[in-house]
């Protein structure tokens, strides 16, 4: 079972649970390659009826028609905005959102002669879906770190943007993921760490789930689909000598053909996992 699910996201979880009732609106951040699996439910348990605003990132990697009608079951929710991070009009439209909850907020307190202070937000999703990205548009610095990969937030770090405050987390995954398809769903879209995976594993999980979803992508390296261990290694097997990736004495390098397929599936654009 592909699973990861380090201290500190748990540590996270708790102090988030503990600090609830600050918070005016959590912003949950989702994959648009992956917009149900990039969910963590856990987040529902300690929202307590808080206004959310879904965001849904990484929008130009994707495809979008199906994405946007996978997006629709959290309208019941709250607002949802997906959107490309890197977009002209990605700040627009996001700062548009979050002041929205903060005019309404003032309005609740006008009616009752109260002051209306900066709206805290608390920014919450899986490693690697956009968190810090996403405050450093709206901050208009790069007030966060940033990286490719998960884990690279390890603190809370508060973030003033005039009308609203927010917070960054760690990114927080699932504490059991529940299934290999899940798990491959999100060490495809680099939620989880592939060095602290088992490498057959993960490439195993990886090529079947390409091959039920995007079985064209293979035909494009020309490898074929396949469902099972075995029929998996054939193919990479038949990779691996299809470029040439062999160690000095012309053994296949079976890892260094798994590590380039990975990245090759990571890197994929036009794509839905869902």
């Given at each position: ?36 699996s990039?969910?963590n ?30 997006l ?13 991070l ?6 627009q ?105 088992n ?57 260094k053909?798994?590590n ?15």
């Open positions: 079972m592909i699973n990861w699910y380090p201290g500190h996201m748990a540590k996270a979880l708790r102090e988030i649970k503990e600090k609830q009732k600050l918070f005016d609106l959590f912003i949950i951040m989702l994959d648009a390659r992956i917009p149900l990039s969910f439910p856990e987040i529902f348990k300690i929202i307590n009826q808080k206004s959310i605003l879904f965001v849904a990132t990484k929008l130009d990697k994707t495809n979008q028609e199906k994405s946007l009608k996978l629709k079951s959290y309208e019941k929710y709250g607002k949802v905005i997906p959107c490309d890197k977009a002209k009009n990605a700040y439209k996001l700062n548009s959102a979050i002041n929205f909850y903060y005019e309404k907020l003032k309005e609740k307190n006008l009616a009752k002669n109260k002051l209306t202070p900066a709206l805290k937000c608390i920014v919450l999703g899986i490693p690697n879906v956009g968190k810090s990205t996403l405050i450093n548009l709206l901050a208009k610095t790069r007030s966060t770190k940033v990286g490719n990969m998960p884990g690279v937030t390890k603190h809370e770090q508060w973030i003033n943007c005039k009308n609203y405050l927010l917070l960054d987390t760690p990114g927080i995954l699932m504490p059991k993921i529940d299934s290999d398809i899940t798990g491959a769903k999100l060490a495809i879209t680099n939620a989880i760490r592939i060095e602290s995976l490498l057959y594993e993960v490439i195993v999980e990886m090529y079947k789930l390409i091959s039920n979803q995007a079985p064209y992508v293979l035909q494009k390296i020309n490898l074929l689909p396949a469902f099972d261990e075995e029929n998996v290694f054939i193919q990479i097997n038949q990779y691996a000598i299809a470029n040439n990736i062999v160690k000095q004495k012309g053994e296949i390098d079976l890892n053909a798994i380039l397929l990975i990245k090759f599936f990571q890197n994929l654009d036009n794509i839905i996992y869902d």
